[in-house]
């Protein structure tokens, strides 16, 4: 059985390209305007939660202790869960602390305790700890389960300055519809995987939260697909 399929693949690349489209459009024009800065820290958030398993080393190795090699699967999903969280850091230290001129916190200003208190209540009510309690396996699958449902709102503050905004610039366009792009084709993913691998069992959770998130996309989508079809600059309406 493999977890690798184009689909994955594909969303693992999008992620990743939505990442470089950020700093890079950060970095060249050396502002961060358009961008929201709690958009950034909430995928920080989301991704420090997540792969907190990364310190204990152990879970890197293969799951049959008498093999003492690493996985190629392990390994990618490591060098993964160190770029995601280095590159959220470093973009909220691109905004916060190198180019803090840019940064327009009067169009920033969703409160995002309004996403992460109800998010961390249902990791609390929502997640995979299992009967025998165990307080180190219970604490890693509840910060899990937050970082599901933190994901999937967590583009909201950024939509929100957008829709402030209205005029989108194309490095932030490109920004968002990659970003958006990975999440649908995860969910591709988890199709194809329940079709194809007999002992696959998808993951309730990530399915719903991961169907919440691509529809927060969906009237981005539109309006920047159909920006590129007519060769205008995309434009929000009021």
């Known amino acids: 059985m493999t977890v690798f399929n184009i689909f994955r693949i594909t969303g693992d690349v999008l992620h990743l390209a939505s990442i470089i489209l950020l700093i890079l459009k950060i970095q060249s024009q050396r502002s961060c305007a358009g961008i929201s800065y709690k958009t950034q820290l909430l995928y920080t958030i989301v991704f420090i939660a997540r792969y907190i398993d990364m310190l204990n080393i152990t879970w890197i190795f293969d799951s049959d202790p ?47 305790w309004f996403l992460i208190v109800p998010c961390f209540i249902l990791g609390l009510i929502f997640n995979h700890s299992n009967e025998s309690f165990n307080i ?29 905004t209205q005029d989108v610039e194309t490095f932030t366009g490109h920004y968002i519809f990659a970003l958006g792009g990975y999440r649908l084709f995860y969910l591709f993913n988890w199709i194809y995987r329940y079709f194809t691998e007999t002992r696959y069992h998808s993951d309730l959770i990530a399915v719903i939260a991961g169907l919440i998130q691509t529809a927060l996309y969906l009237d981005f989508f539109y309006y920047y697909l159909s920006s590129k079809w007519i060769g205008r600059k995309m434009v929000l309406p009021s």
Do not use: M
Request: hydrophobic share 50%; glycine share 2%.
């Open 136 to 164: 180190i396996g219970t604490f890693t699958d509840i910060l899990w389960a937050f970082s599901i449902f933190l994901e999937a709102v967590a583009i909201f503050p950024q939509l929100v300055v957008l829709q402030r």
């Open 66 to 112: 008498k093999k003492s090699s690493i996985t190629f699967l392990s390994f990618y999903n490591t060098i993964l869960k160190i770029i995601f969280i280095a590159s959220s850091v470093y973009t909220c230290y691109l905004i916060k602390f190198k180019f803090p001129h840019t940064y327009d916190r009067r169009q920033d200003s969703f409160r995002i």
